[in-house]
């Protein structure tokens, strides 16, 4: 992974997915910075990924760890950015 790499990219989320549950999902892996999830420009639609930011690069190895966690109904992909 690039280092110092603190992010890692969040798919397949559900459209009803909250800050809240993702957060939940991740919490064990290291504190979280950030939260982002895509939108579309023009509608504002989610559209089903996003980003979790964790303070130290090392939560990003437990966070790409536990990719197909079931979250609010559907397994998840995440891989490092």
């Known amino acids: 992974k ?3 790499c603190t992010t890692v990219f969040v798919g397949n989320l559900a459209f009803e997915i909250d ?3 993702l957060r ?3 919490a064990d892996c290291g504190e979280i910075a950030n939260i982002r ?3 579309d420009r023009d509608t504002g ?3 089903g990924f996003g980003h979790v930011q ?3 690069s090392d939560s990003t190895d437990k ?3 536990i990719a197909g966690q079931l ?3 559907r397994a998840i992909a995440g891989q490092l950015v």
């Open 19 to 21: 800050e809240e549950s």
């Open 63 to 65: 966070a790409v760890a």
């Open 54 to 56: 964790f303070v130290d």
């Open 37 to 39: 999830f895509a939108t």
């Open 71 to 73: 979250v609010a109904g």
């Open 45 to 47: 639609d989610f559209k």
């Open 24 to 26: 939940a999902a991740f």
């Open 2 to 4: 690039p280092e110092g």
